[in-house]
């Protein structure tokens, strides 16, 4: 019998290149060798408020999305959270077994809730934005996944998962749950703004600059790249290169799978100029092929929603099972 994987992605933003090379093309390439989960974290994405018609749309935008990186319906699973009842069910169970101090350790917590507080604005922040990682890890214990490939920011999520697992399992005298393992790619684990290499490119930050998103036309990509913060430095110096042309030089050896001595003899010496114009255009190659194929799924518009039925179909058994099992574990009521 194959492993079960299990990853998650928000359906925020536009994905951009740093989903691509910490976790999406490693979710493509994997999907072969296990029995592979992909879940589009629809409930995680409100713990923030999302524009209910833009949120809709931004759901099966990146369904395509998946689908047009490789994620192969006939070899892996691709579900919506929300329609799976369960996922929210067993995140109810699983809060009621973790300590408050835990949630309040988690490091992209504390960072949100500082970025809302100085952001001043009216909104308050929603206990959901506490509870986000139990949410998390009813989504891998849910399917029982024993392995969950995600890029480096959600390593102490997924930490905390084991946790909470450990717990329920001492708590109620029960190996019920399996132990996750984490699963980085070598590079790419971490791709950072290209304004501001100082934080992880995200969906979320503002500014046109930032990302670089998969459905970006060539000549924006390239813009944004050309546009990139470098350092004071006129070319690249391997031993003295600040972070933003790390994070260049990162993205290209992801992008091509060059090994370190390559990378060093190609780039070592070579003008900031120089250096951005081959990135973008390593970039370019390894995203049209994309792009086109997210042409060709969106042109049929029943494709997405067809792959999503069969998604939900096929993992609803597991998740009454497991949800079934804890209730009664935890001595609840069961019909
Ligand atoms: P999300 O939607 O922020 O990101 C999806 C995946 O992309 C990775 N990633 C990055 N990798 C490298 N460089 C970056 N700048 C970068 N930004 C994002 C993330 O590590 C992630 O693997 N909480 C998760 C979603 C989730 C999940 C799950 C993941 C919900 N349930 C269960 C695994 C298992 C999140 O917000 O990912």
């Known amino acids: 019998m194959k492993a079960r994987v299990l ?40 713990t923030q408020y999302q524009a209910p018609a833009e949120l809709r749309s931004r759901i099966v935008e990146l369904a395509g999305m998946l689908l ?40 992209q917590y504390k960072a949100k809730i500082e970025a809302l507080a100085s952001a001043a604005s009216e909104t308050s922040i929603g206990d959901g934005m506490l509870q986000y990682p139990v949410l998390m ?11 969950v490939p995600v890029g480096d920011d959600q390593r102490q999520h997924l930490e905390l998962a084991r946790d909470i697992a450990q717990r329920f399992n001492s708590l109620y005298g029960q190996e019920l749950f399996v132990m996750p393992e984490t699963h980085l790619p070598t590079v790419g684990a971490r ?47 391997f031993a003295t290169m ?55 799924i969106t042109a049929d518009p029943g494709y997405i929603a067809r792959v999503l039925q069969e998604g939900a179909e096929r993992v609803t058994p597991l998740a009454r099972d497991t949800v079934e099992k804890v209730k009664r574990c935890m001595g609840l009521y069961s019909r």
């Open 7 to 46: 990853s998650g992605i928000q359906p925020t933003g536009s994905p951009h290149i740093g989903n691509y090379l910490g976790a999406l093309k490693n979710w493509a390439k994997i999907q072969y060798d296990y029995e592979s989960i992909y879940c589009i974290v629809d409930l995680h994405a409100i």
């Open 191 to 237: 791709i950072m703004g290209l304004d501001d290499p100082k934080i992880k490119m995200s969906k979320s930050t503002a500014g046109s600059g930032h990302a670089v998103s998969l459905l970006d036309p060539p000549a924006t990509i390239r813009k944004k790249i050309m546009r990139a913060t470098t350092d004071s430095n006129p070319a690249v110096d």
């Open 68 to 107: 047009a990186i490789g994620i192969d319906p006939k070899h892996s699973t691709l579900v919506v959270q929300s329609s799976i009842p369960e996922h929210a069910e067993l995140a109810w169970m699983l809060t009621c077994v973790t300590p408050v101090g835990w949630l309040e350790r988690m490091t």
């Open 137 to 147: 890890a009813a989504d891998i214990l849910l399917y029982q996944a024993g392995i």
């Open 242 to 296: 600040g972070s933003g042309v790390k994070n260049l030089l990162a993205i290209h050896q992801a992008f091509t799978g060059w090994d370190d001595a390559a990378m060093k003899t190609h780039f070592e010496g070579m003008r900031y100029g120089d250096l951005k114009k081959t990135v973008a255009e390593s970039v370019v190659a390894a995203i049209e092929p994309i792009q086109q194929r997210y042409a060709e």
